[in-house]
């Protein structure tokens, strides 16, 4: 309802095996899986069965429940034998189910950072290969992605691919400080390379203006995205988040551990926070932030950050008097010039715009589905004197003046088009930065 297509969702292997040497299947745990997917058969959505949490834990860092924080599936042959025997019963489920679009096999195995990729990353595409083929006996209709190490982003563990029906993945969270809108050209080369399709499994954790630069940025170049996470506990940069129950910071302070860990909470209080947190994660009590979603997929009403301009190219998305220079920061091996305007060091955050010489300009584009017109303002302000700049919208046009302190200006032009719109700013007398445009209800 929302315009997704498809989700992954992230699946523990402790709720599917039980612990132990005499590891067995939790069967009711499995129905779990068969809700999500016939809901998304209703909704026309396809499903990506992520394993986030393999048995024993494929990272032993803080995303795979891993007991000991190793990477046991990769230091104990008994674990991987559970991961092929979890995989196989999941094939066997959804083998003939078309709303299961891929098995994800292994989440984020093997980081750099605690030198579990250096001691282990060869065991990585052997075991990929072994869940293969065992899927494979029982299954030969559904794709197969798999990640690479340290984080799904070091693709060097892999050779030709082993399987017909197979795709690469990467994930791509831009944590810089400023903004930046990371590379992914190594990965299109690897596509050419492998001649398979690549995926990006995950991305996200940062804000609207990333959102935008990201999804686009994939787009462009044929790329499939998945956004990481669809909920999150008192956020405001996911889709939707779950309220903190009243007790929760008691509960967190003493799941940390160590030596600094704090008091544990009363059996009492532990059960009202987790009876408080199943109530809130329903979807119905959780808050919606359109705005997040709107950036994510690039519709209106939205605001557009300026340095968001599209990825066709010279003469196409931008024109600029000097294609040798490079952007400062953001799109950093591009010849827009892009900006600072705000970054505080402690922030998660930074703000940029694009600097626009005569002559100049830059072309967005933007989806819309129920809007007829919109309230579109421009911020803007120049470097000096008698500086104009063209706003058009859809190939109508008007002009305007821009003073030297930042404005919003509002634009007269508010007919929108069902589907794609086409917004173009082009510089026609003096220096002008550019923040953001909004194109509101």
């Not at 068969?34 to 998304?40: G, I, R, Y």
Request: charged content about 20%.
């Amino acid at each position: 309802e929302l315009g997704f297509n498809s989700v992954r969702p992230a699946l523990n292997a402790r709720l599917f095996l039980t612990e132990g040497d005499d590891a067995q299947f939790i069967e009711e745990s499995f129905v779990l899986i068969d809700s999500l997917v016939s809901w998304c058969e209703k909704h026309n959505l396809y499903v990506i069965i992520d394993m986030h949490g393999a048995p024993g834990g494929q990272t032993g860092a803080n995303i795979d429940d891993s007991p000991a924080n190793e990477p046991e599936l990769f230091m104990d042959v008994r674990n991987q034998d559970r991961l092929v025997d979890l995989w196989v019963k999941i094939a066997k489920r959804y083998s003939d189910n078309p709303t299961v679009a891929a098995y994800d096999l292994l989440n984020e195995p093997l980081p750099h950072n605690t030198g579990a990729a250096e001691k282990y990353a060869h065991l990585v595409e052997p075991l990929y290969r072994r869940i293969t083929a065992a899927i494979r006996a029982v299954d030969t209709n559904h794709m197969i992605t798999l990640e690479g190490v340290n984080w799904s982003n070091d693709w060097s563990i892999f050779g030709k691919p082993f399987d017909d029906n197979v795709f690469y993945q990467f994930h791509y969270y831009c944590w810089n400080r400023p903004d930046n809108l990371n590379d992914i050209s190594h990965y299109i080369n690897m596509r050419d390379t492998l001649n398979t399709p690549i995926w990006v499994g995950e991305t996200g954790e940062k804000g609207n203006a990333i959102y935008w630069a990201t999804t686009q940025y994939f787009e462009a170049n044929n790329i499939g995205w998945s956004f990481w996470p669809w909920k999150k506990m008192d956020t405001r940069n996911t889709p939707y988040s779950i309220s903190r129950p009243a007790d929760w910071d008691q509960i967190a302070a003493y799941s940390r551990g160590g030596e600094d860990a704090a008091e544990k909470p009363a059996a009492d209080v532990a059960q009202r926070a987790f009876d408080e947190l199943i109530e809130n994660i329903k979807l119905q009590n959780c808050v919606y932030f359109p705005d997040v979603v709107n950036s994510i997929l690039r519709r209106a009403p939205v605001k557009i950050e300026a340095e968001n301009y599209g990825h066709a190219g010279y003469g196409v998305s931008y024109s600029v008097t000097d294609t040798s220079q490079r952007a400062a920061v953001y799109r950093v091996n591009e010849p827009v010039q892009i900006a600072l305007i705000e970054h505080r060091e402690d922030y998660h955050l930074s703000q940029q715009g694009v600097v626009l010489n005569k002559d100049e300009w830059v072309r967005y584009s933007f989806g819309n589905t129920g809007l007829t017109s919109a309230k579109i303002v421009l911020k803007a302000k120049s470097t000096g004197e008698n500086a104009t700049i063209d706003v058009s919208l859809n190939g109508n046009s008007e002009s305007l003046n821009v003073g030297n302190d930042w404005q919003e200006l509002p634009i007269s032009l508010s007919k929108l088009a069902a589907g794609e719109n086409a917004l173009k700013l082009a510089v026609t007398s003096g220096e002008i930065w550019v923040d953001w445009i909004s194109v509101g209800e």
